[in-house]
């Protein structure tokens, strides 16, 4: 049988891909939605301040990541000890019916802001078990030499899915409230679906004898051992909690642009915009040499994108700021998750995927909870996102100097060694 050249020659690569776009259109549309309707019911129902209303976009990115970090334990070992494409779609199942009910209480008005931090949180827990599971399957399925260019398709899914969903869940927000609700349900279950189609998945054997949460602790054991992927992921994490601009769009575009809903959308939808463009060109030439100098090279364009943008008051910039705010972190995610994929054992992938995660939500989440709490102390939303870019640029550095693996990794060729898998 002739080897595949590409990832999409594989079916299961593209069932996989299929589902993951459906899923990202679906929820970031949902999320984005979520946050503004948490935002416009705490200012017109509640008559809160602005600064108290943003506050409250930072709890949201809280009540999503709780969750996340309480099941992160039990997610990644599920990952490693069971079919990752049954749990994917037990996670998108959970997710479907979270779409549903946003769909019912936003159509009948009863969308208070304890339901839906509810359903945020509910969400959280969905996510937890959908990313190990659909990230530890690709390299099941494609051979190593493709896994480059199947990781930077695979990011066309979610940056592609991320342009379309919150720019169309804006555009029918201002048109019929609970429409972007129904179009995620809808979405998710072609997500569903898609899942239903890929056969049995190969996967490493797990040891089933050892405890979940000692294999779970062994997972972190493993990337402590492995300063490199240590570096990886802690760099992911602390750059992004401290340049979270993202989770404060709301207060932008209510209050500071003065875009309304429509031009949330559009915004929101601009990170994606860049980074998809990045991961179309990724996925015709990979990035093969230096690689480690890059990623670092995109963390901190990823900062100073992110201080422009909180300076700026002309929307048009503005746009332009989020734009390459995504390209750049389309640069640094590529090239980590390449670095990540290959430079773990298969048995381990569930739990390190896992434990990536938890850091990526832990920089997401508790990065918009950042973003809201800095936004209330200092009195200001601007000050707040390039208080945070500023910050991004320096963990950048610092890391630079703590962890010289990272600019010293030259290819993707795995970076682990026989002696730091030892017990």
Known sequence: ???????????????????????????????????????????SDYAMSIVDASFLLGLLGLAQFVPYALL???????????????????????????????????????????????????????????????????????PAPLMPRAIAISSTAWQFGSLIGPTVAGLLFAALAWSPHALATVLLGLSAVSLL????????????????IRQY????????RNRFLLGCVTLDLFAV?????????????????HV?????????????????????????????REVGTKMLVGVGAYGLATVGFGLSTNFVFSLGCLAALGAADMVSVYIRSALEQLSTPDEM???????????????????????????????????????GGVGAILVTIAWAFIFPELKNARTFAPQYREKEQAP
């Open 349 to 387: 992938r569930g739990r390190v995927g896992a434990i990536s995660g938890l850091f990526i939500s832990a920089s997401n989440e508790l990065g918009e909870m950042q973003s809201g709490t800095a936004a209330a102390l200092l009195h200001s939303a601007v000050a707040a996102v390039v208080f």
């Open 260 to 288: 309304g809903s429509e031009g949330l959308g559009l915004m929101r939808a601009m990170p994606g915009a860049g980074a998809a463009v990045v991961a179309f060109v990724l996925s015709w030439k990979p990035i093969e």
């Open 72 to 142: 992160s334990p039990v997610s990644g070992v599920f990952a490693d000890r069971f079919d990752r494409r049954r749990i994917a779609l037990f996670a998108t199942l959970l997710d479907l019916l979270i779409a549903a009910a946003l769909t019912y209480v936003t159509a009948v008005g009863t969308h208070s802001l304890p339901v839906l931090f509810a359903l945020a949180a509910a969400h959280g827990a969905a996510r937890v078990f959908l990313g190990p599971s659909l990230s530890a399957m690709v390299p099941n399925v494609v």
């Open 1 to 43: 049988m002739t080897e595949p050249t590409s990832p999409f020659q594989i079916a299961a690569f593209r069932h996989i891909w299929l589902s993951r776009f459906c899923a990202v259109v679906a929820t970031t549309g949902m999320v984005v939605i979520l946050g503004y309707q948490i935002y416009d019911v705490a200012r």
């Open 217 to 224: 602790i062994e997972g972190f054991r493993f990337l402590r």
């Open 197 to 212: 189609t890929i056969g049995p998945v190969p996967q490493a054997a797990s040891d089933r004898e050892t405890h979940p």
């Open 241 to 257: 909690l401290m340049g979270g601009a993202t989770a404060l769009l709301p207060v932008f575009a209510r209050d500071i642009l």
